[in-house]
């Protein structure tokens, strides 16, 4: 298995532009989360879904920050307008779902630098 | 509210020693916990798990012992190496909380050579 998979890895935009961030859950898992990491907050969960439905959404900074997830196999995590402040490492995890399984297997990352 | 933190932010060791990193958590309904390695420039790795009905699971090189009673997670790696070197998190699931874990802050493992 490829393992979650996160694009792009890297990203460098000015403020105000829309970022829109992407990934693969492993096949098979029906939870996705995204995180975001900085030095000063650590890990936060932004939102997290179940069979494609967001479940928790409270995590979500402000209105500039949606997520979607249109199949099984794919989400976005989109910023616009961006600032300076969502500057950071975005993670998307995934787990099973199934009981007895609730690891979480996190992506390499997207680190979003907004200038 | 209830949170899981770690109790260090820095921890040296020499390689070769044994390394011991601690976690304490609050929520005494969680029933399932996690312990990740993040290296640098990558995503969090699992390393290894373990059940509220148990009190120590070993996997290759760690051990991770829980203490209930006193609501207390350490990890422990035997033989450190400097490919241990990296930040650790402890985290916990809320019996019931649909996979939802909560992440501790974060140690850093520097191994000397």
């Known amino acids: 298995d490829a393992g979650v998979i996160q694009s792009p890895r890297h990203e460098v935009t000015e403020m105000g532009q829309e970022v829109t961030l992407r990934c693969k859950p492993i096949s098979g898992h029906d939870y996705l989360f995204w995180y975001r990491q900085t030095m000063m907050r650590g890990l936060e969960l932004l939102i997290y879904f179940n069979n494609n439905v967001p479940i928790d959404d409270s995590g979500m900074p402000e209105d500039r920050f949606s997520a979607k997830m249109p199949n099984a196999s794919f989400s976005t995590l989109k910023i616009q307008p961006s600032e300076p402040r969502d500057s950071a490492v975005y993670f998307c995890a995934s787990s099973s779902g199934q009981a007895y399984q609730e690891t979480q297997y996190f992506g390499p990352g997207t680190r979003l630098l907004v200038l | 509210g209830e949170s899981v933190g770690l109790h260090l932010p820095t921890l040296s060791v020499q390689e070769g020693d044994n390394s011991i990193i601690n976690c304490a958590y609050s929520n005494s309904a969680s029933d399932y916990f996690i312990w990740y390695k993040q290296e640098s420039g990558k995503g969090p790795q699992f390393i290894i798990d373990?059940?509220?009905?148990?009190d120590k699971r070993q996997g290759q090189r760690v051990t991770v012992l829980l203490n209930k009673t006193v609501k207390h997670l350490s990890l422990q790696i035997a033989a450190t190496q400097p490919g241990d070197s990296a930040v650790y998190f402890c985290?916990?699931?809320?019996?019931?909380?649909?996979?939802?874990?909560?992440f501790g802050k974060g140690i850093t493992l520097s191994v000397r050579p």
């Open positions: 373990i059940r509220s009905n148990m």
């Open positions: 985290a916990e699931n809320l019996s019931g909380a649909n996979s939802k874990l909560t």
